[in-house]
């Protein structure tokens, strides 16, 4: 049910001023430096869909497909990292009956938005992706999860579908062939859990998002117990462009282990919060630069580089990192979704640690003991601290409580959940018994 | 009952799913009946399980589930604003304590004119633009200042 309304904010929407994009390398959001990047009529100009009409038209093998997406060392861009040809691998290629694809775009990591960018600015690349990805694994039906609050961008991307399908991009008989793909955009609705993929799929089903227990895996057991691919909006988007230019060229953009560019969304203490889509390896400090640095002249304190289920660095652990897998976890934490959370010297940690602790407790989604009760723990403990009625041993409390849910539930927001209380105090452990010594933040003395 | 439009809506979401699979509607279907009656009462949740042919508890379940539901009334406009961390490092504590003030209302709830409800929310997935807030779900408000936040509430009639 486009709407004009719909249709009209499509080519509406505008992308930001050019000098923003410098020192970018534009994949994912190629379109932005058009003037309508949203529109199907500027991602054709820019030679979208061209790949999707070779490989269908040219009936490519899909495992000529696959090769390409190993080859590129594309790996999962929701935060996992797991390849994402070895994933698309794992698909039975012969299956009696439907099988699914689906496009996680619910991202409700604290500090990622950069799925948004793709929804808002580029979801022709995303279609394209998600058809040549259906071609491949034989999918014949393939759904966009997108966030619940997002939802103009939700409004955008079911407007771009439309126009996809006017196109003759998806439907039935593409190109004149026998291949046919139908791709729906569905949402959310409030619940950080849905971005697992067994939640999302629950959700797509229509029901409350708890996680399944894995195996069965959604290859072989996904939506309406359908094999199912799943795979996250940015790994999508990076499709089109690994098919045009190769597996190599792609691989090459990047270092060895992280090939191709990614998206960091960098958020809080900078002048310029924003998405910046970059090559695997660049520096913590050119991405910051990008960002206009610390806002306000102040020092960096500290950044949490992959959104709050990676460990949180200090200014010193991350000033001579690049922002890639191997990159940060030499560094002590890890890439995540490239969801970078800025902070500057005026940050009380263990403030800083309470807000996240709460998300975690309510967002947990009650399944498993270890982090439904868990979370409300840690949550009550940090909490007490803040009040004043913290004791010593809290530390030792917070540390073993979060130890406790790590590794025991079903899915890995227990383990998310954990992190940020582990690398806070292993870090910052001197503002965390200050507070509890004198009742007030070492930091902003309130 | 629900209204014509409504179940217009609704047969527009079914079409995106195989046909026995109903159930899978849902979540539009309590979003699109609340956009339309602003809030979820029992009743309508159990008209939407219905339409739906899938049982009422498990419609209730979704709409306690996901946080974008209202089971109570929620006046005229539901302001969620995001309190997390990207949010906090820019001040969303301000903004907060200047709707409060200026509405008189504490979170979960409605100003004594029936007109505007406050909510906290999580992160929504659009931290450049923090701090940041909702309008009933649907329209988002980005880079706020009390000021920013004064015109908005403005042309909230």
Request: hydrophobic share 35%.
């Amino acid at each position: 049910m486009a709407t004009k309304e719909m249709k009209a904010r499509v080519t509406k929407t505008k992308a930001p001023v050019m000098s923003a994009l410098k020192g970018q390398t534009l994949l994912c959001l190629r379109t932005l430096t058009e003037k309508n990047p949203a529109s199907l009529a500027t991602y054709e100009q820019l030679g979208g869909y061209t790949q999707l009409k070779r490989l269908v038209t040219e009936k490519v093998k899909a495992v000529d497909i696959i090769t390409q997406v190993k080859v590129s060392g594309l790996r999962g861009r929701g935060g996992a990292g797991f390849p994402t040809g070895l994933k698309w691998s794992f698909m039975p290629r012969y299956f009696d009956g439907t099988k699914y694809l689906v496009c996680n775009s619910d991202e409700g990591e604290p500090g990622t938005f950069k799925d948004r960018d793709i929804l808002r600015y580029n979801p022709h690349q995303l279609i394209e992706g998600m058809a040549i990805a259906a071609y491949t694994l034989g999918a014949r039906v393939g759904y966009n999860y997108i966030h619940g609050e997002i939802w103009q961008d939700y409004e955008i991307f079911e407007a771009a579908l439309q126009e996809a399908r006017a196109a003759g991009y998806i439907g039935e008989n593409l190109f004149g062939t026998n291949f046919s793909v139908d791709l729906y955009a569905v949402h959310g609705y409030g619940a950080y859990i849905c971005g697992e993929e067994t939640a999302l799929i629950e959700s797509i089903e229509g029901k409350k998002g708890q996680p399944r227990f894995k195996p069965p895996f959604p290859a072989s057991y996904g939506v309406f117990g359908k094999p199912t691919n799943v795979n996250n909006t940015e790994s999508f988007a990076s499709i089109p462009w690994i098919l045009q230019h190769g597996g190599q060229a792609f691989a090459e953009l990047g270092v060895p282990n992280s090939g191709g560019t990614k998206l960091f969304s960098v958020s809080g203490h900078v002048e310029k919060p924003g998405n910046f889509e970059v090559k695997m390896g660049t520096t913590f400090k050119e991405l910051l630069d990008m960002a206009d640095g610390v806002w306000k002249g102040r020092k960096l304190k500290a950044v949490i580089p992959g959104g709050p289920s990676t460990p949180v660095m200090t200014a010193d652990m991350i000033m001579n990192a690049t922002m890639d897998y191997d990159g940060l976890s030499k560094a002590g934490s890890s890439l995540g979704a490239g969801s970078m959370i800025v902070m500057d010297e005026t940050t009380c940690m263990v403030k800083t640690l309470k807000r996240l602790s709460y998300f975690f407790f309510e967002e947990s989604c009650g399944q498993c003991t270890p982090c439904r009760e868990g979370t409300g723990w840690v949550y009550r403990i940090i909490n007490r601290i803040t009040e004043g009625n913290g004791k010593m041993e809290d530390l030792d409390l917070l540390t073993d409580v979060s130890s406790n849910i790590s590794g025991r539930t079903i899915c890995a927001l227990g383990d998310a959940a954990a992190t940020p209380v582990l690398s806070f105090i292993k870090h910052f452990r001197l503002e965390f018994e200050y507070y509890i010594q004198h009742g007030k933040s070492m930091v902003d003395g309130k | 009952m629900l209204s014509a439009e409504s179940i217009e809506k609704i047969e527009y979401e079914l079409t995106k799913y195989p046909a026995d699979q109903r159930q899978a509607a849902v979540m539009s279907a309590l979003r699109i009946v609340q956009t339309e009656r602003g809030w979820l009462s029992q009743e309508c949740i159990s008209e939407v399980a219905a339409y739906l042919r899938m049982p009422e508890i498990a419609a209730m379940e979704v709409a306690t589930f996901y946080n974008m539901y209202d089971l109570e009334p929620v006046g005229k406009y539901k302001i969620t604003v995001c309190t997390n961390i990207s949010c906090m490092l820019r001040d969303s504590d301000a903004i907060v304590d200047h709707l409060q003030a200026k509405l008189g209302v504490g979170f979960n709830e409605v100003s004594a004119d029936g007109k505007f409800c406050l909510k906290e929310g999580e992160c929504m997935g659009a931290c450049s633009g923090a701090p940041l807030m909702t309008v009933n779900n649907h329209t988002m408000y980005e880079f706020l200042t009390p000021e920013s936040v004064d015109k908005i509430l403005e042309s909230l009639k």
